[in-house]
């Protein structure tokens, strides 16, 4: 018997929205997209007609009887707004990053939601895709033994090193858009999945001074105005299944070809997990071979055990003419929001929760907070660790993993 969909509607039709709006109109039957808005309308506009489905003003989608969901893919000084006015006309919600700009304004919308009985929820989605979910499950089977250490890397460079753009982007240096707030999600939602909550957390933050660094820049030398949050993170994160684990994330490096992934140590072996930021693989396997081994041959590529992976039914090959849908090339965005509806019809949690977004946006929190104090962090929230998905759904069937 079918099942009935519920209907989503999507408010920021900036650059990530096209992925969302790919995946969510073409490959979850669980979903129908109503309508999309921007403050922007000719963007709003063109997601609609290239999607087939209504332009609409943010008014018009918060008191829609038509939509149950909606996807706040706004940059994130809006993010608490939008969530906040969605939750108060009755919708359940699924947003970009971060879901506020503080802690504090996050834990208003996780009481709000909860006064409702409705449901929040936080990208990433990352951790539902083939290779962490692949990942999850070497572990989860013994292959590596007892985990101990897990150790995650993000470099990027956001600074203003472009010779001709004086405008370097916004909201990467924005309150709640750095690097920590920008990315960190990813790792942390990703860890937190395979190793459950984060009992207490240390280390160092600081905001770092950005100038424009490019001569032939009209604004050569100048500071770059942006908020004090932090541009460069050292997380010491200790979980309450004993892994100790470090997140580091800076945007004032050159080296942002440094492996941006996640490695997980344990008694036997080891396991280095794909970039928190895709979907797919690989997922590499290190063990055997000993000290003095050739380097690579204790390292073992394992095939992936679960479902979108980015390679399933890709409408966004490298022939089509459309850059923005070959920049996000295997991108599966939009797996969150199907779990969340699924998790709607059939009365069970949805994984990337409220919870978990509210744990990883202390995380950061708590970084923040031990470097002014030189002490611990003690988290206050907590997070069950998801259900992992099941194995062997793939291709055409790969939604019904997200089923019961």
Request: proline share 6%; hydrophobic share 35%.
């Amino acid at each position: 018997m079918a099942v009935k969909p519920l209907g989503v509607g999507l408010i920021g039709a900036g650059m990530i929205s096209g992925t969302y709006l790919e995946n969510m109109v073409e490959r979850f039957d669980i979903l129908r997209v109503v309508g999309c808005s921007d403050i922007i309308e000719e963007r709003s506009k063109g997601k609609a007609q290239e999607y087939g489905i209504k332009q609409m003003t943010n008014e018009e989608i918060l008191a829609s009887d038509e939509i149950d969901i909606i996807v706040n893919t706004t940059y994130p000084k809006s993010h608490h707004l939008i969530n906040k006015l969605a939750i108060e006309n009755g919708k359940h919600v699924q947003c970009e990053k971060m879901m506020a700009c503080s802690f504090e304004e996050a834990k208003e919308l996780f009481d709000l939601a909860k006064s409702k009985g409705l449901r929040l929820g936080m990208a990433p989605d990352t951790f539902l895709g083939g290779g962490l979910q692949t990942s999850r499950k070497l572990i989860d089977d013994g292959y590596i033994g007892r985990p101990l250490v897990v150790h995650s890397i993000v470099m990027r460079e956001y600074a203003a090193n472009n010779p001709i753009n004086a405008d370097p982007p916004s909201f990467v240096l924005s309150k709640g858009g750095t690097i920590p707030f920008d990315m960190g999600g990813y790792y942390i939602h990703a860890m937190v999945n395979m190793f459950g909550p984060i009992k207490r957390v240390s280390g160092a933050a600081r905001a770092d001074e950005i100038k424009f660094t490019h001569p032939l820049n009209p604004r050569y030398g100048e500071k770059v105005d942006y908020t004090d949050d932090p541009t460069t993170m050292v997380a010491v994160l200790e979980f309450e299944s004993g892994v100790i684990g470090c997140l580091t994330a800076c945007s004032r490096s050159q080296f942002s070809a440094v492996y941006p992934g996640i490695t997980v140590y344990g008694t036997e072996a080891a396991i280095r997990c794909p970039d928190p930021n895709t979907y797919g693989g690989p997922v590499v396997l290190i063990k055997g071979g000993g000290y003095g081994a050739a380097p690579g041959s204790n390292e073992h590529i394992i095939p992936l055990s679960h479902g979108y992976t980015g390679e399933e039914r890709n409408p966004f090959a490298p022939e089509n003419p459309n850059p923005m849908r070959r920049m996000f090339a295997g991108s599966r965005r939009g797996i969150g929001v199907a779990d969340m509806a699924w998790a709607v019809r059939n009365n069970r949690a949805h994984r990337c929760s409220a919870e978990m977004g509210l744990h990883a946006i202390e995380v950061v929190h708590g970084a923040v907070q031990a470097t002014k104090s030189g002490q611990y962090y003690n988290m206050t929230t907590t997070a069950e660790r998801p259900a992992a998905l099941p194995t062997g759904f793939v291709g055409a069937d790969a939604e019904a993993a997200l089923d019961n």
